[in-house]
């Protein structure tokens, strides 16, 4: 996970806008992911979903200028739809990352993508898969932001000055 992207913040330097396609409630954590770009590199990253993809966000160019992050689940049930739309965004020129457990062809994904395994937890435990989601992106967010020279959150947050002793909030 960290090599693949690694490799992808490399490959997209030059890109200047960013999405996230996602469905259900992976839909959400699409919506972390862009808000992290935005603090760690400054990026204009938007969240869709699927259906919504081809109403509105398809017609967004110029294509190759879109880093396209894709995150599915294989237990998702509409995992044919978000192929679909994965197709679709190579097909109009975008690079795209597939963060998912399953493989990309056997999503039903026949255009040359980029596949990130993401781990997903056992069945009784996924309400956590929103967490396990979140990390390669994260992870990509922040090679971007280092490879930009972006400082530690774009140089705010006061990350220095939070610390027990500094912290208004007393702990009783």
Known sequence: MDDICFEKALAWREKK???????????WCGRFLSAKMAELSGDVCSVIDSENYFHVNG????????GEMNLVSGCDENVD??????????????DAIVFSDLEPVSMGITQQVTW????VPE??????LPL????????????????????????GGGMPYMTL???PIQVI
């Open 17 to 27: 806008y960013f999405e996230v396609t996602a469905d259900g409630p992976m839909f």
């Open 59 to 66: 017609i967004l160019y110029p294509a190759e200028e879109i």
């Open 81 to 94: 739809r978000i192929a679909e739309t994965i197709n679709s965004q190579v097909r109009a020129g975008r």
């Open 116 to 119: 990130c395994p993401m781990a």
């Open 123 to 128: 069945k009784e435990y996924s309400f956590l």
């Open 132 to 155: 396990f989601a979140y990390i390669p992106g994260s992870i990509l967010a922040s090679y971007r932001a280092t490879l930009m020279g972006e400082p530690f959150f774009r140089g």
């Open 165 to 167: 002793g500094s912290n």
